[in-house]
């Protein structure tokens, strides 16, 4: 769990152009997103969480897994399948145009009927671009309905494209996701949904996500982070009814592999931690989004910091002096302007849902515009403009920001207009959808200084991910210098107590 897991991966967003010209115009444009964008991913989901934030905090009784003291009801969790309140849908992505499943007796059957009659194979194999599933011994091929096909073995495991995976599998067409998702529309692959049980899925996050090998006490800690993270995504996916997954595969929500990853160590652990979550300290027994990131830097800080959003549960950040000298805890970023240039505009040109708010001038042809300048504002009202100069031959040396500033809150670009000097165009950008934009993993967090060096531009930074909740590395060390599970757990997340989910 990394990146993207938390949200708006445009932020703050506007543009206008200014220019000198009497016959030029200006305008601003700002970020909007309809209720149905809730279901293109975790980064809108974000926003709508905070549009609807204050609703939220009065709405606990939509939770249906609760924490000791409340009853379970198990049906709140069932989605519109008919499945085990406990399952959780994940789902699985890169897997190619074609996907082979085998198993022992596979059983196919329609996902919104399951007690119907099933169809037994040793093996399908599923064509994504034209969204048929075909049965190689009888050279027979059906339509894969929206609703989905659904995918069991004898064994419970099933081979698709020879990685493991247990319980179930849903294949859904393509199309399902596209209006929301490049990464379907464009690869042509189907969308695969592992529903699974909650503990088992846990068994291989914990080794997608962190190491079983690792202190005890801190791979408990990370377990128990991971369960609550799962429940609350259940938990908030499920309220749009027409969504099919709660979680993605990836470190947009948390890494999943599959059975392959799941050893007896992991295993063992998860078991010992069965049913327990972080909840509030006050307030409703709810699990609270129990963000962590791989290394803070130093000192994590708050979602608001970084999504505009608040969660239960995250008073503040705290001081964090055990992930000193791990990875990413100091690194560079060096990329030319051009380069620079090339990513925002990509990731302008990507932006699909947006694209319409662009205006043509700047759609039709981005190479148009050079990058002029960048100015970077970070938590304490400090700023100082960088020109890049990639108009002008000579780039002047210039810094922008400095370490002591604590996290980027914003980017703002400014471009020249190569066509018609004197036009200029401005981006503004939070700083979390610009590093995604710019490249994630390479630029490893917010929490960074920026400096000219020759025709390149140089990050220079601390920590890896977003700086939220539980700091891996920090966690890791914790263990090894003898911190419990507990005290780990609630150095991290200093507004939640533990509690175990009741049935
Ligand atoms: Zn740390």
Known sequence: MDITRGINP???LSIHRDSRRQNDYSYQLSESRSESDVGRGPQIRMLWVQVRQGLLLFCSGFFSVQAVALPLDPARLASELKMNPQT????LSGLGRVMTIKGEHLALSLAKRPDLGNVQSEEWIIDCKRSLIHEPSTQKSRQIPRSGILIESLSGVLSLNQRNFRDQL???PKELLSPYDES???NSECLVVNHIDLERYLESVVNGEFNSQWAEAAVEAQIIAARTYALFQMTEMRKDKGRVFD???TQKDQVYLGLDRVDSKASELVAKTKGMILVPRFGKNEPIKAFYHASCGGRTITPEKVWGASFKG????VRCPFCYGSPSYLWDYRLSFHELEKKIWNGISKDSLNRKFWPEVYRSNPNRWYLKSVVARGDRPKAIKMPIGALIAEAQAGQ??????????????????REDIGNTLKVKMDAYAARNWIDPSRLKST???IMTKGRSILFRGKGSGHGVGMCQWGAKNMGEKGFTRDQILLHYYPGVKIARISK
């Open 247 to 249: 979680v993605e595969s």
């Open 170 to 172: 849903v294949v859904y």
């Open 184 to 186: 379907v529309r464009n």
């Open 400 to 417: 922008t920001a400095d370490l002591d500033q604590g996290h980027i809150k914003e980017l703002h670009f400014e471009f020249l207009d």
């Open 88 to 91: 959780i849908r994940v789902r």
């Open 447 to 449: 929490w960074y200084e």
């Open 10 to 12: 445009l932020g703050l």
């Open 314 to 317: 995250f008073g503040k950040g």
